[in-house]
């Protein structure tokens, strides 16, 4: 077998495009048309669905290539990093993606037990649930992170536990807190700022408001945890988050919760590929959370 044709291939599910692979590797897109086709030649299977030119897609066959690329090149990375230190590496490698926007205390707090775990190396990505999905597709990350459910009926068979459920707080900086006052004074008084419409859980915040004696004025829709809770603490706004966005925030630092959306929750989710979870540690994590 051509290992450089493997590798090529390997990238390009890894980019999912002919284009952005080639641009990673560095070579013309029609030298990864070509090193892919003679890879195919070799194997005597198709890799690739190209019936769609613009949005060729990896085959079933071709995705259980991938993932045995992955794990012969995560190998090789062994072999690079043994050969510049001197000393075999024996730590196991666990891929974590995160979903762009997630709480970072979250994440954080989902990690937290393996910082004094001397035999595992954690490599984080973040990005686009659908990017995520992908890698996770071709064993490139073991398990997601995601405030977002993923569909269990679709033709990949993901295997998702919920993780977390975290109160929606209305926050906003100490400054303008008064004693004994109403929520629904504090959303009449100030501009209001809510988690975007793309958010699982903004029917249910809509809901909530559309439930009060009090008209919103909405002023900014944001899908990052971490932007809403620095608009909480600098910008004169009521802000609705996640309680779990702003874990140990106390008024010295500026922020205090002025009340609560009753009944409305954010879900936090871990998703993988498989139902049975081959590394303990990643169990372990999710039972430690839940």
């Not at 109160?167 to 004693?179: C, E, H, M, N, P």
């Not at 009944?263 to 139902?275: C, L, P, S, W």
Request: aromatic share 6%; hydrophobic share 40%; charged share 25%.
């Amino acid at each position: 077998m051509n290992y450089h044709h493997l590798y090529i291939f390997w990238t390009l599910t890894k980019e999912g495009s002919f284009s952005r692979a080639a641009k990673s590797l560095g070579i013309s897109q029609s030298a990864v048309t070509s090193q892919v086709k003679a890879l195919e030649g070799f194997l005597g299977i198709a890799l690739v669905d190209r019936s769609n030119r613009r949005l060729p897609r990896i085959t079933e066959k071709g995705e259980h290539v991938a993932q045995q690329a992955f794990d012969i090149f995560e190998k090789g990375q062994a072999i690079l990093e043994w050969s510049q230190s001197g000393q075999a590496q024996a730590l196991s490698s666990i891929g974590i993606g995160a979903i762009s926007g997630l709480s970072r205390n979250f994440l954080y707090e989902f990690l937290k037990p393996l910082l004094s775990a001397s035999n595992c190396r954690v490599k984080i990505t973040t990005g686009d649930q659908k990017k995520l999905l992908r890698q996770l597709e071709t064993r490139q990350l073991d398990l997601i992170l995601s405030s977002h459910n993923v569909s269990l009926d679709g033709p990949n068979n993901y295997h998702s536990q919920l993780v977390q459920k975290s109160d929606l707080v209305f926050a906003i900086k100490t400054s303008a807190l008064r004693q004994k006052k109403k929520l629904e004074s504090y959303i009449r008084d100030y501009p209001l700022v809510l988690p975007s419409r793309s958010s699982d859980i903004r029917p249910e915040i809509d809901t909530f408001l559309n439930g009060l004696d009090v008209e919103a004025r909405v002023v900014a829709e944001i899908d990052d945890i971490a932007l809403l809770r620095l608009y909480a603490l600098r910008s004169g706004c009521l802000v609705v988050l996640p309680k779990m966005g702003i874990l140990g925030e106390t008024r010295a630092t500026g922020l205090g919760v002025v009340g609560i959306a009753a009944g409305v929750e954010q879900r936090f989710f871990a998703i993988t590929r498989d139902k049975t979870i081959k590394k303990k540690q990643l169990q372990s994590l999710i039972n430690t959370m839940k």
